[in-house]
């Protein structure tokens, strides 16, 4: 069974360490070496000076600096948090996401409480161990889906309206929204809600690998609890969008050579998304025009398309992108790919598989920096 419980939050005193626009930053691992510097230079409390420091085994007496100087505070009591993300997603049409944050029971996978979906690697993780070692903090959410009909987290939302979220940051065009909810009543509503429910993860495999890690190797009831923001399947706010490749060399087709020629790109592509989810299916763009392949495998379209291998790949939500690299001499072939159902991934995830790389785009990302889980 799914155990979620209210946690005792550490958040940044603004009044200390300055506005939070200049304090928060995406997850670690988005951010490359230019864009770490420059979040850096915004405050000298971002939170990549945690999230990505130098050496590992400093964060630990960086952010035990930051609560003695009042940079950050405790909650006196623990509470969960509704979280609210407005943003305009890859195909222009705006959205909002809701969810709550709140401290989950790790899980060794086998016991299929919580679902992976893709594979991890050993590097990530061994850093993040590192981290958590020395902070015993959880810097960062995962994300986690649940399915809920019933939507138990109307009753966090209720908690929220009608009142000024007590978190309120935009970054990279994404407005994130969080209010502090500790109502009892709404608190056992989620609670015995989800006890029942298995839980996906959508983003994060690392860091809840390395939370079981950890915990295997601390052995104590506080490390036995990681952190998440949780969204509903059903919410109207949440969607996977989908993850194009492009290839700058051409790769070896084998059962996506062939296909039936399709002259308008654009009606092509709009054939494509309307298209049943029954068989897999896809549009190759070359030089010589566009093809649409439909493969009468039970698979999904993101297997059919990793048999073509990763050499020389790489991977855009926009498609126009795609066929202009192909267009402009810079790739060879682009694969335009339709977003997996959100059915398909839990399926999956169920049977014990995993799906290849970049199978899934999850937008927006959550944001760091606005909420931190002390163990």
Known sequence: MAVIRPFRALTFDTGVAGALAQLVAPPYDVIGPEERLAYR??????????????????????????????????????????????????????RTREGFLAS?????????????????????????????????????????????PEHCEQALREQSAGREPDL?????????????????????????????????????????????????????????FTFAALVNTRGEGLAIFPTHRVFATAPALGTLAGGEPRGDLQAAVSELEGMSYETPVVLVYEAGGARLVISAEPILDAELVDRLGHEGISYTPDWKEAVEAVDSGAAKLAVLMRPPRIEQVFAVAREGRVMPPKSTYFYPKLLSGLVLFPL
């Not at 939170?47 to 035990?64: F, H, K, Y």
């Not at 948090?81 to 407005?86: G, K, M, N, S, T």
């Open 104 to 148: 989950v029971k790790v899980e060794p996978y086998e016991k299929k409480v919580v679902l992976p979906h893709e594979r991890t690697h050993a590097g990530p993780k061994e850093s993040r161990l590192r981290l958590l070692g020395a902070t015993r903090t959880q810097l960062e959410p995962i994300f986690l889906l649940y399915d809920d």
């Open 41 to 94: 230079a915004r405050n000298p409390h971002n939170i990549v000076n945690l999230t990505l420091p130098e050496d590992e085994s400093e964060s630990g007496p960086l952010l035990a600096a930051w609560c003695e100087q009042g940079v950050m505070r405790r909650d006196p009591e623990p509470a969960l948090w509704w979280l609210e993300q407005a943003y305009v997603g890859p195909d222009g049409r705006a």
């Open 168 to 224: 309120d940051a935009e970054e990279l065009g994404v407005r994130s929204r969080l209010w502090r909810v500790d109502d009892e009543a709404a608190l056992a509503r989620v609670r015995e809600a989800l006890a029942d429910t298995q839980l996906l993860i959508a983003d994060g495999h690392h860091r809840y690998e390395t939370a079981l890690s950890f915990h295997q190797q601390d052995g104590t009831d506080a490390s036995a």
